[in-house]
């Protein structure tokens, strides 16, 4: 029962303080100052003891009158009230003593009254760490009884224990790791008041000693055998929200501090799922150690981060769709370090090597999200690695794009995607295209080949560009007079149902539009003998202008959550921890559709593409399994 101790959650707790502020003789005076008639109306029970007049006005501080009354104390109030009573002997004592560790029995005493009434048990969470340095030999009684109060049923007795933990370590920084992995249990809890205790007293530590209590709390954010994942999931949480964002207040000496977390992260990242990567890496990218003076070697720390979770040294198995998923997601997050000069041969490498060579065996939902990537890292290859690419691409080209009087079919998007590789490469060594392309590009290398009859791959080639050419002009020419359409359906529109469905055919109409129309430009210049070849980035490509109004949705990281079974076909929703993450797989949808039953080559969705992304079944992801990225 709360009792007459403490009738106001604003005074609570306040017995411990007071004690060391107020000694007896100032609760005399303290008294003696009190209305007057609230002494004549209990004078006698208040001259009795100083610290009844303190607990008296507690129960009394939010009372407007205080009718002359007896204060009547039950057997347990004035059980409860003597050990208080001796809490503050206890306190007085060890204060006043010179030489603490000489005052044992007080401190014992203190210990002991932890396991009686829930006031003792609150005032003795604030005594027990106070003089927890002085008594070494009760180190382990003294702990034991301040988790008993941690454990306890009363709530308010378990948040000032869990107040009182940062105590422990002010003057013992080696029992750190301790103390946060008591407080890494706690942040289970339910109850708010109790979590907001555990934060700030995590926070506390942090702040005192942000090398060990951040070594201790990444303990937890990596998975081992024995990791509870609801843990974990609150300890990135936490992490995410606490201390990231004040980063620069908690991690000083600046450099020392950043190359550390960098190397708890990497620690970290040995089985993670989607989201949680793209934290800890939005995170590293944010270091000043990472920023936009950061020497090459940087970027080439964060490449190989990257690609190390995108599993490069492992052999590609066609059939684990999860490892097919990491490679296409962790690419395009190693592009903007490939634009700072980080190298790009090991993804590149692994691509040519493993992936290419069993396109068509890659399930139908993950090849585009493959070809984009290409199309995205093509610009940063090296002359090296273009040479070595551009067989691998010429003939997907040949492959997607029809030959003349055939009845292929087209995928428009898959084409876009080649034509932009296959541009950004013969850009970097535009010779290599001779023996390929039957071009003639003259550079006076002996890789010019120019003594040699390549006239028939010439002529097929140009033949495929040209049946791209007519099927793309006949498509753009029912796109926009399906777009005419739209608009006269969107005057026509009452209901907001009619009008969001007229919006997305809109939408669907104008990403086939763009796509055409980049496909038209890139076509155009490659009829020439000696052609010109797209070298920089000004094109934009269609999926990237379709997924802007997405991006909002993009940003937002959740740890933990589960990936839906009925997921779209992207992994541009990073924020999802269970989803993959990747180029959004919409805009395939949306310009497949638009170009459905257009095209007399079929010019919609090439082999009857499933809409959406498998759900991967039960599989889980590398070593004990994070789930699906």
């Known amino acids: 029962m709360r009792g007459q101790f403490v009738r106001n959650d604003k005074f609570r707790l306040r017995f411990y303080e007071v004690s060391h502020k107020l000694k007896r003789h100032r609760l005399k005076d303290r008294h003696s100052s009190i209305n007057s008639s609230l002494l004549c109306s209990s004078s006698s029970k208040l001259n009795d003891s100083p610290r009844e007049t303190l607990i008296f006005l507690h129960s009394s501080k939010n009372t407007h009158h205080l009718s002359p009354q007896p204060l009547a104390m039950s057997e347990h109030q004035s059980e409860e009230f003597q050990q208080i009573e001796k809490l503050y002997d206890f306190s007085e004592r060890l204060n006043a003593s010179k030489d603490k560790s000489q005052n044992v029995e007080d401190y014992e005493g203190i210990i002991k009254m932890s396991k009686t009434s829930m006031k003792a048990k609150q005032l003795a969470s604030q005594l027990i760490p106070r003089y927890f340095k002085f008594f070494p030999t009760l ?36 029992i750190i790791s301790k103390i946060v992995d008591v407080l890494v249990q706690l942040l289970n809890t339910e109850e708010p008041v109790e979590r907001d205790a555990v934060h700030k007293a995590l926070m506390s530590l942090i702040r005192q000693d942000p090398k060990a209590s951040l070594t201790a709390l990444f303990t937890h954010a990596g998975v081992t055998p024995t990791t509870d994942d609801q843990i974990r999931e609150k300890v990135l949480n936490f992490i995410r929200d606490k201390v990231f964002p004040i980063k620069a207040e908690l991690l000083k000496p600046q450099e020392e501090m950043e190359r550390h977390i960098t190397d708890l992260i ?69 592009l903007p370090f490939y634009a700072r000069g980080a190298p790009t041969s090991r993804f590149l490498n692994y691509l040519n090597n493993h992936i290419i060579p069993v396109f068509d065996k890659l399930p139908e939902e993950r090849k585009l999200d493959l070809l984009k990537a290409l199309a995205d890292i093509s610009p940063y290859t090296t002359a090296q690695e273009a040479r070595q690419m551009l067989p691998s691409i010429v003939q997907l080209l ?88 739209h608009n006269k359906a969107m005057s026509a529109a009452k209901t907001d149902e009619e009008k969001a469905n007229v919006k997305t055919k809109k939408q669907n109409t104008t990403t086939g539009l763009r796509t055409c129309n980049n496909i038209l430009a890139m076509t155009k210049p490659l009829h020439a003998k000696v052609p010109s070849f797209i070298g920089d980035t000004n094109m934009n490509l269609s999926w990237k202008e379709a997924t802007k109004p997405l991006a909002s949705a993009a940003t937002t990281t959740t740890i933990g959550g589960k990936r839906p079974a009925n997921s779209n076909n992207g992994s541009g929703n990073s924020g999802a921890a269970k989803k993959r993450r990747g180029s959004n797989g919409m805009p395939n949808q949306l310009v497949n559709k638009a170009f459905e039953g257009i095209s007399s080559y079929g010019g919609g969705r090439g082999g009857n593409r499933s809409q959406g992304r498998r759900g991967g079944g039960g599989r889980r992801g590398r070593g004990r399994g994070r789930g699906h990225w």
């Open 398 to 485: 040949k492959k997607y794009m029809p030959a003349k009087k055939t009845a292929e079919e087209m995928n428009f998007t898959y084409v876009e995607c080649l034509l932009y590789a296959f541009h950004h490469l013969a850009h970097k060594v535009p010779n290599a295209t001779n023996s390929l392309c039957g071009y003639k590009i003259v550079t006076g290398q002996p890789s010019d080949r120019l003594g040699e009859d390549f006239s028939e791959l010439n002529k097929d080639f140009t033949e495929r560009l040209t049946t791209v050419e007519d099927l793309t002009k006949t498509t753009m020419k029912k796109l926009t007079q399906g777009m005419s359409e």
């Open 266 to 334: 990497k620690q970290s990242l040995e089985d993670v799922t989607g989201g949680e990567f793209k934290m800890f890496m939005d995170f590293l990218t944010s270091l000043s150690i990472f920023g936009g003076k950061a020497a090459q070697e940087r970027m080439q720390e964060l490449v190989e981060i990257i690609e190390g979770q995108a599993d490069l040294n492992a052999q590609f198995d066609v059939s684990d769709t999860d490892h097919i998923d990491r490679f296409i997601s962790c690419l395009p997050l190693a």
């Open 139 to 174: 180190s382990t009684d003294a702990f034991d009884a301040h988790i008993d109060c941690i454990d306890d049923g009363e709530l308010g007795v378990r948040v000032q224990a869990i107040r009182g933990l940062p105590l422990f370590c002010k003057d013992s920084p080696d």
